[in-house]
């Protein structure tokens, strides 16, 4: 799969892009700006030269003898190649004296004064008033060639060495210009349930700050939202155990009023409100981790929370004497986590763990740094029923009472608390039994 581009990718690639697209379009004009400006200076030399030239050359004829035999200069040995080149011709178009590199055969323009090209060279053309004696000289279209293609060198690579100076320079102030997007985002990336702290709007650029500020009245509407939720829940969980006690009190007192024939139909009624006592508690908690309460701002000493709600199972008839806990007396182990959905966590693992083990059988509850453990006898379990066991009214292969919604309480409120809920059966270094781990 293709990873989705940054914008700090695109905007170096697109910055890098434009800004060497525009250096080349300039370099291209540069280059031909120089060639016409270096035709205008060689021009200007080879008319300097024949003009200089002329002169010299008919004093020089003057003074001999004439003779039809072309003449040139005194051979000497040839350290380079000449990039002026010149032949003086008569009347009549003869050679009557020529450069060392010249052809020997006349070029082939007409005698006039002015310029004239050939496929090869650039010449002008220099004569004497009389019209008896011209000077051409020449300049290699090859050498006119040659200095444009360095000129553009000259400016190409310096360019090829710019582009990466630039991407670099380039990244460099693309991401200090984004950092405070990339703030901003990773501020809003860390909002949830349990952190709604507004994103501080006072070090963003005037473009970022409405879009803080939106955000800031979203998290006000949605803590408000939240805290009405809570606040329904727990009224509710109140008002439903209120009647149902109730309810429940007044069967059990006429459970001992009522004559025998009727003590097994007023016991099945009595069952019945203890099981709705239940699975209000557990349907009131499931709300409560719907609401999404896992998760604290501040962060909570879990082992008290522990502690006492260890202690309070123990004093019920369930967990009497059957509880055994292995941990540091002054453990302390901070998470942020809400002490109220820490506490049903552990609630719902040991009373799961002591329904569903054989009676008077101990349950362990290992707690460190890690995490918690809480391990109960039991058959083994195959990994089929393990990875149901965490969904909504499933229950295991057991006769115990039960609605089959505390392991999948427990691991949304775990996911809540950015940790993992682990199940194991048979329990880690025991031939059975089965394990419920929560790791932070």
């Known amino acids: 799969m293709f990873q989705t581009p940054s914008m700090t990718r695109k905007l170096v690639v697109a910055i890098t892009s434009v800004v060497a697209a525009f250096w080349l379009v300039a370099m291209g004009f540069g280059v031909l700006i ?11 030399g080879i008319q300097e030269t024949a003009e200089r030239l002329l002169p010299i050359v ?32 008569g009347r009549d178009g003869q050679i009557l004296l020529k450069s060392r590199d010249a052809p020997s ?6 005698l006039a004064v002015g310029f004239s090209q050939t496929d090869t060279h650039r010449l002008y053309t220099a004569g004497t008033a009389d019209g008896s004696l011209y000077i051409q000289v020449a300049d290699a279209l090859d050498h006119r060639r040659e200095a444009a293609i360095e000129g553009g060198m000259a400016l190409f690579f310096p360019i090829l060495a710019l582009i990466p100076a630039s991407i670099i320079a380039i990244i460099l102030v693309v991401r200090m210009t984004l950092s405070p997007i990339e703030g901003l985002r990773n501020d809003i990336g860390t909002k949830d349930g349990g952190n709604m702290i507004p994103v501080d709007e006072a070090g963003l650029p005037v473009e970022l700050r409405p879009i803080a500020r939106s955000v800031n009245l979203l998290l006000e509407r949605l803590r408000s939202a939240l805290e009405a939720e809570r606040e329904f829940t727990a009224n509710s969980a109140h008002e ?25 139909r007023a016991g099945q009624i009595e069952r019945s409100l203890q099981h709705l006592a239940r699975l209000a508690e557990k349907l009131l908690q499931m709300s409560r981790a719907e609401a999404g309460i896992g998760i604290s701002d501040e962060k909570t000493n879990l082992f008290p929370i522990l502690d006492v709600v260890i202690e309070d199972i123990r004093r019920s008839a369930l967990g009497a004497g059957r509880i055994v806990l292995h941990a540091q007396g002054d453990a302390r182990v901070e998470r942020q986590v809400r002490p109220d959905a820490f506490a049903i966590v552990v609630r719902n693992l040991l009373e799961n763990a002591l329904v569903h083990s054989p009676a008077r059988s101990i349950v362990d509850v290992y707690f460190d740094s890690e995490g918690l453990r809480i391990v109960n006898e039991s058959a ?14 499933t229950r295991g292969p057991t006769q115990a009472a039960g609605s089959g919604l505390g392991l999948s309480i427990v691991k949304r409120f775990v996911e809540q608390m950015n940790g993992n809920l682990a199940l194991h059966s048979p329990a880690t270094g025991r031939p059975g039994g089965f394990e419920a781990a929560v790791r932070f």
Not at 34 to 44: K, R, T, V, Y
Not at 105 to 110: Q, V
Not at 385 to 392: G, V
Request: avoid cysteine; glycine fraction near 4%; proline fraction near 7%.
């Open 380 to 393: 083994v379990l195959d990994q089929a029923t393990l990875a149901s066991l965490t969904k909504r009214f």
């Open 58 to 89: 008919n004093d020089d004829l003057a003074g001999r003898q004439a003779g039809n035999a072309p003449r040139g200069v005194a051979e000497k040995a040839a350290t380079n190649r000449e990039y002026l080149t010149y032949q003086v011709r």
């Open 240 to 264: 439903l155990r209120t009647p149902i006690a109730g309810a429940l009190a007044q069967t059990q007192r006429l459970l001992a009023e009522v004559p025998p024939s009727l003590a097994a």
């Open 34 to 44: 120089m060639q016409d400006e270096f035709s205008e200076i060689f021009d200007s």
């Open 105 to 110: 055969e006349p070029f082939p323009i007409a």
